[in-house]
């Protein structure tokens, strides 16, 4: 007969769990990717270093999921975006909208995000490799979705999505690494913050608006032959 594993010790292990992952966050808020290890962790957390192995299997178990549960993209998944109110009538604009200022204000803030994403660019792992996969397949699946207001279009929405996340990270991790501004913009003061995500409003609805004419252009073109 299988033992009955009291309530306590249940309680005890998630607790324990959840300070191993904190540990994680807070070795790379404060030394870096580079520090972690399996003995920092476990002194950062103040439990045995086997506590590790029993409840992730592995150091870089541990690390995966802290990463996880810090990444924007894969806290937002696309499961339902389908089901957003404007989705319908404006095929995600809004919602891609909300999505990038969304994003610059949680980069923003989050020290340790900023820190993975310089983890990231600097080093080839297999944890990052799994994270930057998920991402993109997360990515894959919102432009599946919105494909087919683009398709008569010479609207490259693809592109312009990638020039907006590459500039919201270079910006942050060049403000967070220089302290200074970045194109005399200073991205910590709030009205400067206001200017760059009017910005991101703009070259969205651009990107949207030109494939909007160009399918009213094309549409009039086959009516006239």
């Known amino acids: 007969m299988a033992r009955k594993i009291p309530e306590g010790e249940i309680r005890n292990k998630e607790r324990t769990k959840l300070k191993l992952i904190h540990a994680v966050g807070e070795i790379i808020r404060v030394h870096g990717y580079t520090k972690l290890g399996v003995n920092r962790i476990a002194d950062t957390a103040d439990v045995s270093k086997k506590l590790i192995y029993r409840y992730f299997g592995s150091v870089e178990n541990l690390i995966e999921i802290y990463v996880k549960q810090k990444d924007y993209w894969i806290l937002f998944p696309p499961d339902n975006i389908e089901d957003t109110p404007t989705f319908d009538t404006d095929q995600g604009k809004e919602l891609s909208i909300k999505m990038f200022h969304n994003l610059f204000r949680y980069l923003s ?117």
């Open 109 to 225: 803030a989050e020290t340790e995000m900023q820190k993975i994403l310089i983890w990231e660019i600097s080093e080839k792992t297999n944890i990052m490799k799994e994270v930057t996969a998920l991402r993109e397949k997360l990515g894959s699946d919102l432009f599946k979705m919105i494909d087919s207001f683009f398709e008569k279009s010479d609207a490259d929405f693809r592109a312009t999505y990638a020039i907006i996340l590459g500039g919201i990270y270079y910006m942050i991790l060049h403000s967070n690494g220089t302290g200074g501004p970045f194109c005399e913009i200073d991205i910590k003061n709030p009205s400067e913050q206001a200017r760059i995500e009017e910005v991101i409003r703009k070259l969205i609805s651009w990107t949207y608006q030109e494939a909007k004419n160009t399918a009213l252009t094309t549409d009039y073109q086959h009516y006239t032959e």
